[in-house]
């Protein structure tokens, strides 16, 4: 008896020797490319907490008031295209019980425009398409891709400069367990103001150039571990007046020890995170292991076939009749 190759038993080794390579391209070659800041985000977070804010219709500072901060990210998707770049702009407006619900950020107790500019792949800043301000550090409105466990360099926009936030073990958030980074900012002089001279102690000055001083209580962020989303925030900001060379607050204009995510805020970032953290979980596990198994069966398959062979008789020489004539 004589064997062949089966059509059937090519097409089983050829389809597991694709998927053996298949699996490795979606670990090492997709999966990285996936891992890419997105352009088209459109998302509002808020934080909520109790403190203190100086109120200009009483000319004082207030205390023990509800603070809102609402922070809405938009992403410049034609200026991203065009630089290769996460191009997102970020509105941030503090407000008070009084200023909620504002028809106009202008009318918050503070409002801020900025335009970050990201590599989408590794998170840091790149410096072009009209991005304000200019910023340093690794971790702004995110970290990095698969975030370590370590300390990160965390660019403070109220101060003007980075801050070192310390890896403080894990936490859960909403049932959704995130890395866990801590940090403070001791008070810093970070500009002036000119305010009437009685407003900090200076009664025989008509106006003056105050001191505007910043400080933060604690700065808390949990990020998900694989896509570097901040599911967790909250800060502590403390923002006061001096008198010209002053070493003592003479004014208060924020103040509070802790304004975190809401609950609301809290659930839509862990789903957010939770939902690309699994598309990359495929793509980097589940797929290369799933395509990787069946490609090890299939070409072990195909490879007993391929030996096996289809049987065939031979045909002796003996049994063939002569020709005749």
């Known amino acids: 008896m004589r064997r062949t190759t089966s059509p059937f038993s090519l097409v089983v080794l050829g389809l597991g020797v694709f998927l053996l390579v298949l699996a490795p391209l979606l670990a090492w070659y997709v999966e990285p490319r996936a891992q890419r800041t997105p352009v088209d985000i459109d998302s509002k977070t808020v934080f909520t907490g109790t403190g203190s804010y100086f109120d200009t219709d009483e000319i004082e500072t ?11 990210v938009r992403g410049d998707v034609a200026d991203s295209e065009k630089s290769g770049r996460a191009v997102w702009d970020v509105s941030t407006s503090v407000d008070t019980a009084k200023s909620l619900p504002a028809a106009d950020p202008h009318d918050s107790l503070q409002w801020t425009m900025e335009r970050w500019v990201t590599d989408r792949k590794t998170n840091k800043p790149v410096h072009c398409c009209d991005e304000e301000p200019y910023y340093e550090g690794e971790a702004y409105l995110k970290f990095p891709f698969d975030v370590q466990k370590r300390s990160y360099i965390w660019w403070d926009s109220t101060l003007g400069s980075t801050v070192t936030l310390a890896y403080k073990g894990t936490k859960k958030i909403q049932g959704y367990e ?36 910043y400080a933060n209580h604690g700065i808390e962020l949990v990020a998900d571990q694989r896509t570097g989303r901040i599911i967790y925030a909250a800060i502590g900001p403390r923002k006061t007046l001096r008198a010209p060379g002053g070493d003592k607050d003479a004014v208060v204009l ?72």
Not at 62 to 72: A, F, G, H, L, W
Not at 271 to 300: I, N
């Open 178 to 213: 995130g890395l866990r980074f801590t940090g403070t900012v001791r008070a810093t002089k970070t500009g002036t103001r000119l305010v009437p001279g009685t407003l900090v102690g200076e009664k025989d000055a008509g106006q003056v150039l105050a001191e505007e001083w």
């Open 62 to 72: 207030v205390r023990d008031k509800k603070i809102t901060i609402t922070r809405q």
């Open 254 to 325: 924020l103040d509070s020890e802790r304004i975190a995510f809401t609950p609301e805020t809290q659930k839509e970032q862990v789903d957010l995170a939770d939902k690309d953290s699994g598309q990359l979980r495929m793509v980097g596990q589940t797929l290369p292991l799933g395509t990787g198994v069946a490609g090890f069966l299939l070409t072990l398959a195909g490879v007993v076939l391929v030996v096996r062979g289809r049987p065939h008789p031979e045909t002796p020489e003996s049994s063939q009749q002569p020709l005749t004539m």
